[in-house]
Each structure stands twice: as structure tokens, then as C-alpha cells.
């Protein structure tokens, strides 16, 4: 039996097609020991599996640096990879490395969660938090069509709110999906009338978002560094007589780059 490290298994060629076999589904990342994203990957990878292991599901690591047959035979080109080994079908997970982000779409593969049911703003101020970026159906109206087409997004967190109560704080009608995001104030909304394509389209450009500036925080470093948006860092002295000069250059030059 392979070896069980933090929740997740530690796979070697010996052990690597009995466990695929074994397991379903199960995720396997392959990785490097001196890669710096697969170190930053460990943690989130670990809490992953503590969440996922109550509901049968496995996760697994194996070196690729070693194990380099069975690398080269799955067809790894680069660090981290994830791979989800699930009803005889394989593919690569292509979304955020968190934990929650992994966790969810697995969740997903499985069918066992494509939405989340929120009962008043508060919960869905708290899933934008957990999740960055969320839409959210306001009421019970499109039910059926959101949640079919947000099948379609596997990499994107979707909620339904019912309450009275969402209705008034986002002054939406019935059957509209409101975009939220921790990067920006800015909301977004979708009209119920949308077909799939129009669904799409909505929520992939709400996903990339237009340059702004933001403060370094705990956002701005997931963002940049897990998110894997690009980011311009800029370091200077706040108290000397050209900041001002400096802060209106930068917020002259963000809306351009879009």
C-alpha cells in the first residue's frame, strides 16, 4: 500500500497504476522538489485532502523527477500538474491552486456540487470572500438554465440566493446573476433573458479583471501570486515629495494597459 503523507498518497512507479485503478476518482499531482510553485502548492494540496477524504475521495502526489516513465507516459511537460483519474477518463485540472478551488472541482467532476445554496447576504458576502469571484442568481426564477449552464464553467464558483432579503440589497429582479468579486467594488449584473453563449461570455470577462491598483494585502498577494494574474509591484517612499507624482503616473497608465 502506498505510503500516507498529510491525507495524501505518495505514489511511486510501483504502486502508481494500482492506486489509479484503485481509487475513483482520484488526483494526482505530479510534481518537482525544487520547483517554488509546487512548494506553495504542498499546504493547499494537504487541506485539500482532509476535506475530501470524509467524502472517499483521494488525492495523491509522485515525483516526477523520479518516477520520469510514468511522467512522460502520462504526458507532463511542466510543474505543478494535476491530473483527476475518474470512470476510466482522465484530464487536467486547469483552475487556481487553493484549496477551496481544487476542492470545488472535484466536487464538480463527481456531480456532487455545481452551485451553492445561500440563504442571506451574509452568506454570500462570506462565499465571495472564501471563493474571490462568484455569481450568484438572485431568486428562484432561471433556476433550471443557471444551473445547467454553469455546468458548462467548471473552473468558476457559482451561488443561489432565494431570500427576499438578497432581492432588496442588490436591487435586482428575480432570475438575474450578479458578478461579486473581492478585487473590485464594481457588480456586475445579467439580465434573466441570456442564452448559454451570452451565460459564457459574462462570466469569463468578469473573471479577467481590468487593471486597477490595490494595495499590497493578503488580496493582492493571492491575486498576483495564486490567481496568477499579472502584477506590477511598486516600491516607494510614501512620505517623499514625489509620491503624489508617482501615484497619478500610475493611475494614468493602469486604464491604458487594458
Known sequence: NPEVKDEVLILTKLNFHMSIQKHNPILVWFYAPWSGHCKRLASEYSSAAKILKAEEIVLAKIDATVHTEIAERIGIRGF????????GISSYYKGIL????IVQWIRKKKGLSIYE????VEEVEAYKNKFSIVFILIGSENLESFVSYAETLEYYSFGHCYSQECL???????GTVVGLSVYD????????????????EFVENKVKPKP??????KNCYNLIFKD???GLLLFYDQTSSSSFAIENVISEAAPLIW
Not at 505543478?80 to 470512470?87: C, V
Not at 486597477?212 to 494585502?217: A, P, R, T, V
Open 185 to 200: 467594488e464594481e457588480r456586475r449584473e445579467l439580465d434573466k433573458e441570456y442564452t448559454l453563449t451570452v451565460f459564457q
Open 98 to 101: 487553493r484549496e477551496v478551488h
Open 212 to 217: 486597477f491598483i490595490m494595495n499590497y494585502s
Open 228 to 230: 496568477s494574474v499579472p
Open 168 to 174: 432588496d440589497y442588490y436591487g435586482t429582479e428575480e
Open 80 to 87: 505543478p500538474t494535476l491530473r483527476i483519474f475518474f470512470n
Open 117 to 120: 445554496e445561500l440563504n442571506s
